[in-house]
């Protein structure tokens, strides 16, 4: 692409390049090799959230160079750098886990700093770890510059005794070995074996899922994000989405025109149509917010009700994402979808074309049953469903895809617990009885500081065969691996005096995922009583970047955001 196409004096990158008074500027820029031409070309920024903490971030920088080479190509100067991410399956169990949702915000927010302290003018952006996605996109929308989303890609499945295996059987192993059901011997093998490549975690846990998501709304190529890490055809993509993001400066495509509210419901007919992890339905509306637009849990509860489950993805299925990608990817997916009138086809993309036209070439592939046909699904009712009553005014979610009928209604006995730790000693040693209903609270975006997630307890009660004898809500979070009647995002928070923090041990909670309710069986009156004798809790974060969090955090319903919003904006960066 000439470079002449692109009339710098309009793009944000003049303030630091441009004229007699930016020679101070210029000058960094020859100190790091540039030459007066690259100076005079588009800044893009390569944001990657490279980092050795796990193998979802590890080959991010080997894409990024190749993100470089695509944006030099098409005559833009690629200027790389990194955030952080924390790692779901790392900070899993432990208080680490309260960093990860506070994460999402420090990545995008760092993210626009970093653009907005250098004046990029367009945004390439690779990432990997379940908060690193939205945050990644939450930051693209925010400053509203001309930008692309790149995923990392999944890891592969391993093999365990002829087997194929994922992090999740992993975890589950945990509460197998907890009873006896599972020596030493083959707990150390599984979890040798268990994740044999880069990548993030390979089932339709919440990194698939929100990798879905971005070629769902548009903001990344049709097909990139189903190709595992290790595959050379994700350098390929990436010098793609190089060359490309040129093509947008020029165009003036921007995410606002892209992230419509019609994009969001595609988003979420596709999180639902997949099985996909819940954590979708607090991303989608925090990347609704930065665009300004109200789209908040029962918006997305009401697109999960009335879409078809047509793809058969692990936890609740048989297939992990690399399945998916190699008999058609997301965009099989996709078609099906728009074919049976469930998409709208006529959003804009990152190709500078719609939906509609971007599958119009796609073929369906009758020789694979990873994707069932919309008309012919395997539920009618979508993966994910949303719930509200009494005891979740604001509305909770739970994830149903590969559930039986029969066990999605369930009543019983409350089992109260104010952490995560206390609820999983519980589950360890046994102590608690078939048709409990686990309640873990003061785990909510305020409360924890950090709605942390709880695979731990729900795989160990998988481990121990209880997975289906037991129901469990939280204020917090569920792992995008969750399976069973576990219900999360629970609003309002116990911290805030939401009723999950009034109820007590043998009150009966009644779940009903057909008709979408979730209530304790106590009157007003007695929900009102108990509340004046409720006092709030205070947690051990009285400092730091979790104290801070927690000062600015709202409620799952509307996606725990930390700031105002594209509602409340007066100037947008893109137009600096």
């Known amino acids: ?152 890609g999944s890891i592969l499945p391993g093999n365990f005794k002829g087997q194929p295996v994922t992090i999740q059987d992993v975890f589950e192993a945990v509460g197998k070995h907890s009873v006896g059901a599972m020596s030493d011997e083959d707990l150390k093998e599984l979890e040798e074996v268990a994740c044999p490549s880069s990548g993030s975690c390979g089932a339709q846990f919440t990194a698939n899922t929100m990798a879905t998501v971005a070629e769902a709304i548009g903001l990344a190529l049709p097909y990139s994000c189903g190709a595992p890490a290790p595959y050379d055809v994700r350098d390929t993509f990436c010098y793609t989405a190089g060359e490309m993001v040129m093509d947008l400066i020029a165009r003036n495509i921007r995410p606002r025109d892209i992230v419509t509210r019609k994009a969001l419901e595609n988003a979420a007919m596709v999180v639902a149509a997949s099985g996909g992890s819940t954590n979708a339905a607090l991303h989608l509306p925090a990347i609704a917010h930065e665009c300004g637009i109200d789209f908040d849990l029962f918006a997305v509860a009401e697109i999960f009700k009335k879409t078809p489950y047509v793809a058969d993805l692990k936890p609740g299925g048989k297939y992990v994402a690399k399945d998916m990608f190699e008999v058609g990817g997301i965009p099989l997916l996709m078609k099906t979808l728009l074919d049976n009138g469930y998409l709208h086809g006529d959003c804009m993309t990152v190709t500078g074309r719609t939906i509609a036209e971007n599958l119009a070439s796609v073929k369906w592939n009758d020789k694979q049953d990873v994707v069932h046909p919309a008309n012919k699904p395997i539920t009618q009712t979508g993966g994910v469903v949303g719930l509200k009553g009494n005891l979740a005014p604001e509305g909770a979610i739970v994830k149903i895809a590969g559930m039986p009928t029969e066990s999605l209604v369930f009543a019983g006995r409350a089992r109260c617990f104010d952490c995560e730790e206390d609820a999983f000693k519980a589950v360890t040693n046994r102590d608690y009885q078939v048709g409990d209903v686990l309640v873990i609270r003061y785990e909510g975006p305020k409360g924890g500081p950090g709605m942390r997630e709880m695979l731990s307890t729900t795989a160990a009660l998988y481990g121990q065969g209880m997975g289906d004898k037991v129901a469990l809500i939280t204020d917090g979070r569920f792992s995008g691996a969750t399976r069973g009647f576990c219900v999360g995002h629970v609003g309002p928070e116990a911290a805030v005096g939401g009723p999950i923090g009034l109820i007590r041990d043998g009150d009966i909670i009644e779940l009903d995922a057909i008709t979408g309710k979730l209530a304790v069986r106590l009157s007003d009156a007695e929900l009102e009583a108990r509340r004046k004798d409720w006092t709030p809790r205070q947690t051990d974060y009285r400092s730091g970047a979790l104290w801070k969090y927690a000062q600015t955090v709202g409620s799952a319903k509307g996606g725990a955001v930390t700031h105002p919003g594209g509602a409340a904006e007066i100037q947008c960066y893109a137009d600096i």
């Open 1 to 152: 692409m000439d470079a002449r196409v692109f009339d710098k004096s309009k793009l944000p990158s003049r303030h630091v390049s441009v004229g007699p008074a930016r020679a101070p500027h210029r000058s960094y820029y020859y100190a790091m090799g540039m030459t007066a031409k690259q100076i005079a070309q588009p800044f893009v920024g390569v944001a990657s959230c490279w980092n050795e903490a796990a193998p979802c971030n590890i080959a991010l920088m080997r894409q990024a160079q190749a993100v470089k080479k695509g944006v030099a190509a098409a005559a833009g100067t690629p200027r790389e750098f990194c955030t952080i991410t924390v790692t779901d399956g790392i900070a899993m169990g432990h208080q680490g886990m309260k960093s990860s949702l506070a994460s999402r915000e420090v990545i995008a927010d760092s993210v626009e700093l970093t653009m907005r302290g250098h004046c990029y003018d367009a945004l390439v952006g690779l990432a990997g770890c379940d908060k690193s996605l939205p945050g990644m996109m939450m930051a693209m929308v925010r400053l509203n510059v001309p930008s692309i989303f790149i995923y990392g």
